[in-house]
């Protein structure tokens, strides 16, 4: 049985992969799977910009509000799985798959052989090392750059969530997440479950910066300090990991007297600015993406054409291939 071909559209936030994947779908009589680490959660909706049923404008979207934003037991493995189920569901139907986010790891597991440890959660460790980090905090980070250096350059030392699984899956294993799975280069020369093709969207830095600043100030209208004010008191003394992400965990700090309101704002706006700036870094390692600059279209509808075609003309050159 042929693998099905899968097309892929990634890049920084706000660079608008969402709505070249609802366009390249209602061309393409496609489904979009989101490959998003934050818009998985059931609750958390202001924050990780969940596409709204206007911006979906019928097409179908996979993974998105999947579990709930207590679950700690949700990993890359899991997506790799749910995400193939979903990939296979659609290409069965006669449909064309396509992957959005921009969640690197969550796209890698599906682009590379990876051998993703299912290791599953071990709560006293994962407790201790969350209290370690409470009382000194950095200090997991600065322990997962001595015990797995390549894990650590990946993850920002913010990102507590990945680095608590990270140094737990060493703590319970005695094997680093590298050590366990992290063929990026291919070096078995592995095949892939997928074909995959990849349009990756980028735009001049500037440009970019602008609608991340832009796009916060949208969550802000939409209720973001609302949303993630019911999610603080709903949650107790024992906040869920998924409360890291960004713009959740800068308003945490505000509830707790840490940062005053205007603080707060441009704290997240800067924090989303450097990780759009880690994402450009993360992909353009992948030698196999096509990259359509916004700057080279006279609008955002022409960008998402060319894109588009681009699918349009693989998809073509692996049928007559077969």
Request: proline share 4%; net charge neutral.
């Amino acid at each position: 049985m042929p693998r099905p071909t899968v097309f892929f559209i990634v890049g920084p936030t706000a660079s608008g992969k969402t709505d070249a994947a609802v366009f390249a779908a209602k061309k393409l009589n496609g489904e979009v799977v989101s490959a998003d680490s934050i818009q998985i959660y059931r609750g958390l909706d202001k924050g990780s910009a969940k596409p709204s049923e206007e911006e979906k404008q019928g097409i179908p979207h996979h993974l998105i509000d999947i579990v709930d934003y207590t679950d700690e037991t949700y990993n890359v493995a899991c997506f790799a799985r749910d995400a193939a189920e979903k990939i296979n569901e659609i290409a069965a139907r006669g449909k064309l798959p396509i992957v959005a986010g921009g969640t690197g790891l969550y796209v890698n597991s599906l682009l590379y052989p990876l051998d993703f440890t299912e290791v599953k959660p071990d709560k006293t460790v994962r407790e201790m090392l969350m209290s370690e980090e409470k009382n000194s905090p950095g200090s997991l980070y600065e322990r997962l750059r001595t015990v797995d250096p390549a894990s650590a350059q990946r993850l920002h030392p913010n990102d507590t969530k990945r680095i608590v699984r990270a140094l737990e899956v060493y703590l319970v294993t005695g094997k680093t997440m590298t050590e366990q799975g992290g063929d990026f280069a291919n070096e078995r020369e592995a095949e892939i479950r997928f074909v995959p093709v990849i349009a990756g969207i980028t735009m001049e830095r500037s440009r970019l910066y602008d609608r991340i600043n832009r796009r916060v100030d949208i969550m802000l209208r939409n209720g973001l300090e609302e949303e993630a004010r019911e999610l603080y008191l709903s949650s107790g003394k024992k906040l869920p990991l998924s409360l890291q992400a960004i713009g959740y965990r800068q308003f945490i700090a505000y509830f707790e007297g840490e940062a005053t309101y205007d603080e707060t704002v441009e704290i997240i706006k800067r924090e989303t600015r450097r990780f759009a700036k880690r994402q450009i870094s993360w992909f353009k390692r992948d030698k196999r993406i096509r990259w359509f600059s916004l700057d080279d279209f006279g609008s955002k509808d022409d960008m998402n054409e060319a894109i588009t075609k681009y699918f349009e003309e693989e998809k073509d050159r692996i049928e007559r291939a077969e």
